[in-house]
């Protein structure tokens, strides 16, 4: 099973069908604004603006179940994320990712890479990196910079 039967509402309030993706590599975390990670969106945007034009694809799924680190609105998120980071990688609307309510594609993730804490997620900046086939390739917790990620992506890529 691969991860492009989902679909994403993004921050702006548009549809994105995952299987517009194929043949592209994703890297898949989900975001807060005021959590200690919060910094890791300069290293995600160094990444996006690295390699998109090599096939990669940088999703932030903004999540306030996480110490409700992530309590504004689409709008201030995109602001806060534009201007104190740069971050122009498409961002998702606020969602779960964890529990009952937990967005599909994030119950696809944690079932294909469970993680030290099984399928659960535990904590902002949990990062999903998956292949040009749709396959979660690779998860890595919150305290991993992005930037280490550099050498799996340019595997993917290859």
């Given at each position: 099973?691969?991860?492009?039967?989902?679909q994403l509402t993004m921050n702006d309030g548009s549809t994105l069908d995952l299987s517009e993706l194929k043949?592209?590599?994703l890297l898949i975390v989900n975001t807060a604004s005021k959590c200690g990670f919060t910094p890791q969106y300069q290293s995600l945007q160094a990444l996006h603006k690295h390699y998109a034009d090599?096939?990669?694809v940088v999703i932030g799924a903004p999540c306030n179940q996480f110490g409700k680190q992530e309590p504004?609105?689409?709008e201030e998120i995109n602001s806060f994320c534009e201007l104190n980071y740069g971050v122009n990688f498409p961002l998702t609307e606020?969602?779960?990712v964890k529990?009952?309510?937990?967005?599909?594609?994030f119950k696809?993730?944690?079932?294909?890479?469970?993680?030290?804490?099984?399928?659960?997620?535990?904590?902002n900046f949990t990062k999903f990196l998956v292949d040009k086939q749709g396959q979660v390739?690779?998860?890595h917790g919150p305290t991993t910079d992005p930037v280490k990620l550099k050498q799996e992506i340019e595997h993917l890529l290859a």
């Open positions: 099973m691969d991860i492009y039967q989902h043949g592209k590599v090599k096939g990669l504004g609105n689409a606020k969602l779960d529990g009952d309510n937990a967005h599909p594609l696809h993730l944690t079932k294909a890479q469970g993680g030290w804490f099984g399928s659960n997620i535990k904590w390739f690779s998860r």
